[in-house]
T-cell receptor
Framework: EAGVTQSPTHLIKTRGQQATLRCSPI?????VYWYQQALGLGLQFLLW???????NRGNFPPRFSGRQFPNYSSELNVNALELEDSALYLC??????????????FGPGTRLTVL | AQKITQTQPGMFVQEKEAVTLDCTYDTSDPSYGLFWYKQPSSGEMIFLIY??????QNATEGRYSLNFQKARKSANLVISASQLGDSAMYFC???????????FGTGTQLKVEL
């Protein structure tokens, strides 16, 4: 069974540009989560999608947005990039919505560097 | 609000010894779950072990066990017989209230020495 995949592995952008990060969940998983791991700030929850809907959002500005497609893959868009957006962006998927014990399976991450 | 506290930024352990990584949590929800993840230098988060708030026994997975003390709100990870490959960052995480997002601690960097 293929794991969670993310693309690209690395992304270099300049301040003010837009970045698009992609995630494909494990087959059969309907929930996709996005996390930001910035140096010195730890792992922060960004967004949660399930069945194509945004279910929850972390404490991030609106320029962080995303969507989930009918095949459950997901895209994270970051507009008007700022230097502090440089981080490892991790995507995770889980099989069943709303259960406390659901393990989240993580992808390898996309490292975004903003110059 | 949910909170996870890991007070050990770094730990050293000798190969084949056991090590305990500390984690305390705070949530007002009676139904919650606690996870431990390992993050090697490659960046990928690897699931290690899970403990539910209503589980009667402490969770174990191979060399990993979770010392769950509900009254003290602690969920410490015990790694037995440490191996060089255990050197990594370890994160404790909490989920509650419907199980959607994970709240992570700041992590503990473990280094296993010969």
């Amino acid at each position: 069974e293929a794991g969670v995949t993310q693309s690209p592995t690395h992304l270099i952008k300049t301040r003010g540009q837009q970045a698009t990060l992609r995630c494909s969940p494990i087959s059969g998983h309907t929930s996709v989560y996005w996390y930001q791991q910035a140096l010195g700030l730890g792992l922060q929850f960004l967004l949660w999608y399930d069945e194509g809907e945004e279910r929850n959002r972390g404490n991030f500005p609106p320029r962080f947005s995303g969507r989930q497609f009918p095949n459950y893959s997901s895209e994270l868009n970051v507009n008007a990039l700022e230097l502090e957006d440089s981080a490892l962006y991790l995507c995770a998927s889980s099989p069943i919505y709303g259960q406390v014990g659901n393990e989240q399976f993580f992808g390898p991450g996309t490292r975004l560097t903003v110059l | 609000a949910q909170k996870i506290t890991q007070t050990q930024p770094g730990m050293f352990v000798q190969e084949k010894e056991a090590v305990t990584l500390d984690c305390t949590y705070d949530t007002s929800d009676p139904s919650y779950g606690l996870f431990w993840y390992k993050q090697p230098s490659s960046g990928e988060m690897i699931f290690l072990i899970y403990q539910g708030s209503y589980d009667q026994q402490n969770a174990t997975e191979g060399r990993y066990s979770l010392n769950f003390q509900k009254a003290r709100k602690s969920a410490n990870l015990v790694i037995s017989a440490s191996q060089l490959g255990d050197s990594a960052m370890y994160f404790c995480a909490l989920t509650s209230g419907g199980g959607n997002k994970l709240t992570f601690g700041t992590g503990t960097q473990l280094k296993v020495e010969l």
